[in-house]
């Protein structure tokens, strides 16, 4: 049942005029008509004794009244409760990459705080693989991840795009000169989790040399702090976001490498429902899209860039 319509038959009920109770509620009288004719076909009963200047409620109608007027207290103290940020004290849960919990998320994380106080927040971090697989089970509220997910009540918000950067350690002693897809095969790949969008790029870069592929290993590892550890230690190459090694690079742990084939940014994505289930999750993603903003206009072009437009 329609509460607008409710809230239309208790307004039409106060003010028994057509005309008024729809310059009350900013429709038209035709509007107002076709509420109150679609509420008295569900209910089966007339609400109302129609003349020429007023109309009166009907036995059923007033019986009717008592129902509806409570039902559009209870929606709008609802409404008033939703919009009081210091009182709200609900659930969500958000499923994250590692790629922003290592670079903008405990921003984020500040930011809803000061927004919602009361708010208790849990949080999954994952693949994006597994994070998807999560929601689609409405396991979680709002995933922060790689990819859109595509279904029905699912809305999808572009929150920034990390460029990526092949990066080494000063220990493989590979020097600065420009390396092509062949030279970089002769080091072991680490790669982030197998059929993510990266290692989808790494199998599609070096599929098209075949001496690259004679020689490339590639290692496929779902923990970014485990990839950057790894590389760190010199165990092999890794083509990452710089902004989740701002301290590696300042420490010179890792270098970025000089490579001729670019490889492609990574988008970052806010997904969640749609049906209005959690009132909370659309707000709660345009703070997250607000931060990722943030953080690419003070870090610059090399580092983030705010995103392209969802197709």
Known sequence: MNIRFLETFVWLARLRNFRLTAERLHTTQAAVSSRIASLEQDFGVRLFDRSAR??????????ALVHAERMVKLMREMKDDMSDREVFAGVIRIGV???IVHSWFPDFLGRLHRAFPRLQIEIVSDTTIHLHEQFSKSNLDLVLQAEPVIGPQVSNIALCEFPMRWVGSPKLDIGSETLSLSDLAAFPIISFARNSGPHAV???????????????HINCIASVATMIRLATDGFGITAVPPAIIQRELNEE???????????????????????HENPL?????????????????????????LPAPLG
């Open 97 to 99: 990459i590692e790629s």
């Open 54 to 63: 007023e109309v009166a409620l009907t036995a059923d109608g007033s019986k």
């Open 202 to 216: 790494i199998e599609r870069l070096f599929s098209g040399s075949e001496r690259a592929e004679r020689t490339l």
């Open 253 to 275: 742990s890792l270098h970025l490498l000089r490579v001729d084939t670019e490889f492609p940014a990574l988008a970052l994505i806010a997904c969640f429902r749609s049906d």
């Open 281 to 305: 999750t659309e707000t709660v993603a345009r703070i997250a899209q607000e931060t990722a903003s943030d953080f690419a206009l003070n870090w610059g072009q090399e580092i983030a860039r």
